[in-house]
């Protein structure tokens, strides 16, 4: 299995260090010897084989190469979803980046009103960092509180992004299925949205998708939908 390090600083150089906690795990953890070989990533999609040339007790030094594979989708999948309790936002977190995901925003909604702080942001991007180099992508998902509903539908609105929302009276196919290029999708808190927010998503014509007839957490429908869609957007198949 290829070693996937996240080591955006010197990623455009001839020549890389390795320390600190990123040499422990690679040196003393998984036991990296010199001459093997590993991809470097950037964060942005972009890949570099590298080749270890020297280990030390706190330092190791990387020759850094041609272009390696990305191992992104082809297509963008953008989550919107509503905050939850830490240990949940960061299992989430943390499997929507294994699979594919680009962005998370959080959103605070009427049943869940909870947000999340930049602290709390620092150690989810720990976590999709982290992610990124166990599955072997290229890209570290962008992570943000997006305010309110309006807020998040607004922002998705600017940029021309295709949406859904997941509700239990939706489609059984997902609606933006054979759409290209990048997609979101509106994720709501256990308790559902609030009939104010499914009117504010029929006045803004955003189509629904279910997941099927069972209650799920927000962590595992976020991960659930991302997959689906990430493989063809259809649950019935």
Do not use: Y
């Not at 890389?16 to 990123?22: H, P, Q, R, S, W």
């Not at 041609?66 to 299992?91: T, Y």
């Amino acid at each position: 299995m290829t070693t996937t390090l996240h080591l955006p600083v010197f990623f455009s150089a001839a020549t890389a260090l390795v320390e600190d906690e990123a040499h422990h795990h690679l040196f003393k953890v998984k036991r990296l010897q010199t001459g093997e070989r590993l991809r470097v990533v950037d964060g942005e999609g972009h890949a570099r084989w590298a080749k270890i040339t020297g280990i030390d007790k706190r330092a190791a030094r990387l020759e850094l190469g041609e272009a390696a594979p990305a191992n992104e989708p082809e297509l963008a999948v953008e989550i919107f979803v509503a905050a939850a309790k830490p240990d949940r936002i960061a299992w989430l977190v943390e499997k929507v980046t294994e699979i594919g995901v680009v962005a998370i925003r959080f959103i605070a909604t009427d049943r869940e009103a909870r947000s999340v702080e930049s602290s709390q942001l620092a150690r989810l991007r720990r976590i999709a960092i982290s992610a990124v180099e166990q599955s072997g992508r290229s890209v570290v998902p962008a992570l943000a509180m997006a305010g309110g509903l309006r807020e998040a539908l607004a922002a998705a609105g600017e940029t021309g992004l295709a949406v859904a929302v997941l509700d239990a009276a939706g489609a059984a196919a997902c609606p933006v299925a054979g759409a290209a290029g990048s997609c979101g999708l509106f994720v709501g808190p256990e308790g559902g949205w609030s009939p104010a927010e499914i009117d504010l998503f029929r006045d803004r014509q955003i189509p629904s998708w279910s997941l099927g007839p069972t209650v799920l957490r927000v962590e595992t429908a976020a991960v659930i939908a991302a997959g689906v869609r990430l493989c063809g957007g259809d649950l019935a198949r």
